[in-house]
C-alpha cells in the first residue's frame, strides 16, 4: 500500500501543473488621503503565481446592482497548497491565462477557502460580477 502522504505529495504535484493561469492576490490594509481629499484604499500583494480558475455552475445568477441587472459568476481559483493565508474580502486578480485569454484583468472577490486536511490545493471560492 502506498503512504497517503506519498499519494498527496503526488496529487499536489499534479494540481500544480493544472494551474496554466497565474494570479495576484491582495488585500486592503488601510487608507491614503490624496491631495484632493480623496480616500483610496491601500493594498498589499499577498500571492503571486499559478492557479486555476473553474466556474462553480454552469450560468451566472442576475442580481440587481446600482439598478441594473449585472451577471454574477461564482467561481473556484486554486492555488498550491502552499499559498499564503488568503482570507475572505481579498481580490484575486488573473495576471495571464493560457486557455482563456478574457479571464485577463479580471478580479474576483473572495468569498471563503476551503480547508482540508489531504487536499491537493488552496481552493478559494470566488465572486466576479459582470457589468
Sequence with gaps: MIPVATVLSRGRAHAVRLMT??????RVTGS?????GD?????ADLYTGPC????????????????????????VVSLPIT???????DVVTITASTYDETL??????????LHGSQVTARRLSCQAVAG
Design 104 to 113: 485577463v484583468d479580471r478580479s474576483m472577490t473572495v468569498l471563503g477557502v
Design 83 to 89: 499559498a499564503a493565508d488568503v482570507e475572505p474580502g
Design 32 to 36: 491614503a488621503i490624496a491631495s484632493n
Design 52 to 75: 486555476r480558475v473553474r466556474p462553480r455552475q454552469t450560468q451566472d445568477r442576475m442580481v440587481e446592482q446600482g439598478g441594473a441587472e449585472v451577471g454574477v459568476g461564482d467561481l
Design 21 to 26: 493561469d497565474t494570479c495576484v492576490i491582495t
Design 39 to 43: 480616500t483610496t484604499p491601500t493594498t
